[in-house]
């Protein structure tokens, strides 16, 4: 169901008031990895809005290697999170981690983030099917792109259509980087399947510097949007501060992701 071969045109997301993501349209998601406090989502929303950009990520449920990391604001950061973007016109980008979340956080939360260690939870695909809110379903941290595929169909065809695919980088030989973003991925799945392609360059690479030119490539090599890690102190950020942009350093990918989008 999600291949070209059976439906052609490509899948559009519509989220209201002229808000769409789709193939044709370049579509930015920025935010700090996890929500931290209320100070933290107003600088961020600040930043987004003055650079026009209506997606704001954030993680409230953190899936950490470590259980003695920080693991999120849980549902109140979630309330909190969701009114404060709300008000500004913002849509949030947010992950959920298993099947009993889904029911608490529909009324809050824009688009439902599947990350990497979930990709092939099969109950929580299956149940994702049933909402009524968009997803984006990020490739599993050793995916194979037909594996992708297939967990894209299990929600598909559970009756949610409102789905984006998200190249965040494969666990390979390679150590000089968090992950191996897989620019190939993207011409590929792009000819695979009618489904927009978000590339987060923040978890592909892991190392603040290198986003932007892997954003900039991810671009050139067809994706829809991007979705990238930023906040006001990276170094002070409870997760992921090595991968995350500063609110400059995010301003100048905004300004460089528009013009590379407008070149292809
Ligand atoms: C995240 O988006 O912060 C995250 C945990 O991503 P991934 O699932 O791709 O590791
Ligand atoms: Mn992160």
Redesign the pocket.
């Given at each position: 169901l999600v291949s070209r071969k059976w439906k052609v045109n490509p899948t559009v997301i519509d989220f209201g008031d002229g808000l769409q993501v789709k193939e044709g349209e370049f579509t930015i998601m920025a935010g700090p990895?996890s929500i931290e406090n209320e100070d933290q989502i107003e600088k961020t929303i600040n930043h987004l809005v003055s650079q026009n950009v209506r997606f704001m990520?954030g993680?409230v449920f953190?899936?950490r290697s470590s259980p003695y990391s920080f693991r999120g604001l849980g549902i109140e950061g979630l309330k909190l999170f969701y009114e404060m973007c709300r008000a500004q016109g913002i849509k949030i980008v947010t992950?959920v981690m298993q099947v009993s979340q889904i029911a608490e956080m529909e009324p809050y939360t824009d688009v439902f983030?599947v990350?990497?260690?979930n990709t092939q939870n099969f109950n929580l695909l299956d149940e994702l099917g049933k909402v009524d809110k968009p997803v984006l379903l990020?490739r599993g941290?050793s995916g194979t792109i037909d594996e992708l595929l297939y967990s894209a169909e299990y929600i598909f065809s559970g009756g949610n259509e409102k789905l984006m695919l998200?190249e965040?980088g494969i666990r390979t030989y390679e150590t000089a980087s968090r992950n191996t973003l897989d620019l190939n991925a993207i011409p590929i799945l792009k000819e695979k399947t009618h489904l927009p392609v978000i590339v987060?360059p923040s978890?592909g690479i892991g190392i603040r510097e290198y986003v932007e030119p892997m954003a900039l490539a991810a671009i050139m090599a067809g994706a829809d949007g991007i979705i990238y890690?930023t906040h006001e102190k990276p170094e002070e950020a409870a997760?992921?501060g090595a991968q995350t942009l500063s609110f400059s350093e995010s301003e100048r990918l905004i300004r460089k992701m528009r013009k590379t989008f407008e070149l292809r």
């Amino acid at each position: 169901l999600v291949s070209r071969k059976w439906k052609v045109n490509p899948t559009v997301i519509d989220f209201g008031d002229g808000l769409q993501v789709k193939e044709g349209e370049f579509t930015i998601m920025a935010g700090p990895c996890s929500i931290e406090n209320e100070d933290q989502i107003e600088k961020t929303i600040n930043h987004l809005v003055s650079q026009n950009v209506r997606f704001m990520r954030g993680g409230v449920f953190k899936p950490r290697s470590s259980p003695y990391s920080f693991r999120g604001l849980g549902i109140e950061g979630l309330k909190l999170f969701y009114e404060m973007c709300r008000a500004q016109g913002i849509k949030i980008v947010t992950e959920v981690m298993q099947v009993s979340q889904i029911a608490e956080m529909e009324p809050y939360t824009d688009v439902f983030q599947v990350g990497a260690r979930n990709t092939q939870n099969f109950n929580l695909l299956d149940e994702l099917g049933k909402v009524d809110k968009p997803v984006l379903l990020k490739r599993g941290i050793s995916g194979t792109i037909d594996e992708l595929l297939y967990s894209a169909e299990y929600i598909f065809s559970g009756g949610n259509e409102k789905l984006m695919l998200c190249e965040r980088g494969i666990r390979t030989y390679e150590t000089a980087s968090r992950n191996t973003l897989d620019l190939n991925a993207i011409p590929i799945l792009k000819e695979k399947t009618h489904l927009p392609v978000i590339v987060d360059p923040s978890h592909g690479i892991g190392i603040r510097e290198y986003v932007e030119p892997m954003a900039l490539a991810a671009i050139m090599a067809g994706a829809d949007g991007i979705i990238y890690e930023t906040h006001e102190k990276p170094e002070e950020a409870a997760s992921d501060g090595a991968q995350t942009l500063s609110f400059s350093e995010s301003e100048r990918l905004i300004r460089k992701m528009r013009k590379t989008f407008e070149l292809r």
